[in-house]
């Protein structure tokens, strides 16, 4: 005799075990996801200080297009949360972003190629941070109110 029913369906025990492996499989995914966007984003965010002596419609520009990414961070990691059901999933791509970030802007002995010093940087640097937080903890599922009459 098999574990699962007679109708094909997975035991209860092997349905728990197979729902931990899916978890953990989709938190590996997504920290995988935010490591490879904080790798895209920051050279990224080194583009938006590009033309910045040009004048004031380029800093307006790089200004308003900071605030474009870190949108796109947000709504990334909301995505992340709500299509794994639970804050772990926005936890892990936060997490994977954050790692990656911190480590493209370590100094190195030849000076910091990614992001250097400049304010629209610091703006990257501690907006994302901000954003992510932001996003993980909006990602906690609600309690959903019982009603008894």
């Known amino acids: 005799m098999t574990a699962s029913g007679g109708d094909g ?3 209860a025990a092997q349905g728990g075990v197979l729902s931990g492996l899916l978890s953990a499989a989709t938190a590996v995914v997504l920290l995988a996801l935010g490591a490879a966007t904080g790798l895209v984003a920051a050279p990224a965010a ?9 004048g004031i419609t380029a800093q307006v ?12 961070f947000y709504a990334a990691c909301r995505l992340c949360g709500w299509g794994s059901r639970s804050v772990l999933g926005a936890a892990c791509f936060a997490g994977g972003f954050v790692v990656v ?3 493209l802007s370590a ?4 000076g910091d ?3 250097q010093g400049h304010p629209v940087h610091y703006g990257y640097l501690f907006g994302s941070m901000a954003v992510l937080a932001l996003a993980v ?7 959903v109110p019982s009603f008894t009459p």
């Open 113 to 115: 190629v990614v992001l």
């Open 101 to 103: 970030t911190m480590a």
């Open 137 to 143: 903890v909006r990602s906690i599922p609600n309690p």
């Open 61 to 72: 520009l790089g200004a308003a297009g900071l605030v474009a990414l870190l949108a796109v």
């Open 107 to 110: 100094y190195v002995p030849g």
């Open 9 to 11: 369906r997975p035991s």
């Open 46 to 54: 080194g583009w938006l200080t590009r033309y910045w002596e040009a």
